[in-house]
């Protein structure tokens, strides 16, 4: 063994071996003569190995060293593959989550500033409201303040009315109660009577195209306020 070894047959036997498990695609076999001259199944697997991890390196070492791998000693093609395969997944599904995350932190982002949108519009609705209520208590306590003055003013008419229909009255009682010589006063007093009822009357008048426009303000007010409640 150790001549066949010092003339170099043993790695001869030891590549043959290998050369014909590559090329018909089987498991390292060594035969009576390729153990004579010293090959081992060992070391002719130790060269399958090696060639292997050369051919893989040619064929996938770039690939590999994008994906932060290397051909480890032992690996087969099928080996390569899965590890491709694995770390292209793992890469992917990293890449899906980061995406996730940032769709969710968009989704966070948007939510947060609808809400803040939502709560501005309930200030200034709110706002708007309160602006109405109190337009509103103001006209209908104008509406109440008007509604006094025109009951203040139609009960002066009403005394003022009674007042002169009690003069009436007593004046009547007084002319009836007067002689024949009381006729000259009885006609000045007339006259001055008319003269009030004619200022009564242009009191009444003026009295009643205030009423009027009274009237008017006040449907005016009431439509105006049948629209806000609306």
Do not use: C
Not at 90 to 106: F, H, L, N, S, T
Not at 108 to 125: H, M, N, P, S
Not at 155 to 163: P, Q, S, T
């Amino acid at each position: 063994m150790s001549l066949f070894l010092n003339l170099g047959w043993t790695g001869g036997a030891n590549r043959d071996a290998a050369d014909e498990a590559i090329r018909e695609g089987r498991e390292v076999q060594v035969g009576p003569l390729e153990r004579l001259f010293g090959a081992t199944v060992e070391d002719a697997e130790n060269i399958v190995k090696k060639r292997t991890q050369k051919a893989l390196q040619n064929q996938y070492g770039g690939q590999l060293a994008q994906l932060g791998l290397m051909v480890d000693w032992g690996d087969t093609e099928a080996d390569i593959q899965r590890k491709i395969g694995t770390r292209t997944q793992e890469r992917a599904d990293k890449q899906v989550q980061r995406q996730d995350a940032q769709a969710k932190q968009a989704l966070q982002i948007a939510t947060k500033e609808k809400e803040k949108e939502r709560g501005l519009t309930r200030e200034i609705e709110g706002n708007k409201l309160t602006a109405q209520d109190n337009q509103l208590t103001a006209q209908l306590e104008a509406s109440r303040q008007q509604y006094a003055h025109q009951s203040k003013t139609q009960e002066a008419r009403y005394a003022f009315e009674g007042e002169q229909a009690r003069l009436d009255r007593g004046l009547e009682r007084d002319l009836s109660n007067n002689s024949a010589d009381m006729q000259m006063q009885i006609a000045q007093m007339n006259s001055d009577l008319a003269d009030k009822r004619m200022a009564y009357d242009r009191e009444t008048r003026r009295m009643d195209r205030r009423d009027r426009a009274i009237a008017q303000l006040m449907a005016g007010l009431g439509q105006l306020g049948g629209a806000f409640s609306l």
